[in-house]
């Protein structure tokens, strides 16, 4: 049980500190405002909201999945290190101890940023925004979604740029 709770742990500080940067076609020519990137690893599941500096809207459903896939990811890792460590009484409770600060810091820090999150089934908008059309342009902390910089224009992803349809 100690396995899963650390690889959860430190799928959620390797999603809090490094994650990807999620472009889409209107990033290449934002006439009608500023465009965000979204941001998520290994599916985007948040970005910027034009409403007010720190807003922005999320899915949950998407952040759980990819916190269980990264979690999925480490705990063979985990479970590797957990064992190696077994029969050292005072590096176990140093780890076990780790494992409390790590995940108590963690929540607190995603329960604070969480709170000016608005939860959505989608982030896609269904106009400047598709979620189908969001591409990986490279890495970034998940923080990008409170910063309200700009997204990164892609013409590796789209060589035609953005086509109003």
Sequence with gaps: MVD???ALVLAAWVDL???VEWSYPYCTQPSDGPAY???GFPLPYAVASHVSSLEF???PHVLV???LLVG?????LVQFLNRAIASKLMLRRFAFVALIVLGVGVVALRVLSLAFGHPVLSIGD???LVYQDLRPVGFTSSELVHTKQECQSSR???TDGWVHK
């Design 37 to 39: 990137p979204a941001v």
């Design 126 to 128: 269904g106009g400047y």
């Design 4 to 6: 899963i709770a650390a």
């Design 17 to 19: 500190l490094v994650t």
């Design 156 to 158: 590796f992803w789209f």
């Design 65 to 67: 999945l990819n916190l």
């Design 72 to 76: 999925a990811a480490v705990y063979p």
């Design 57 to 59: 809207v999320l899915m």
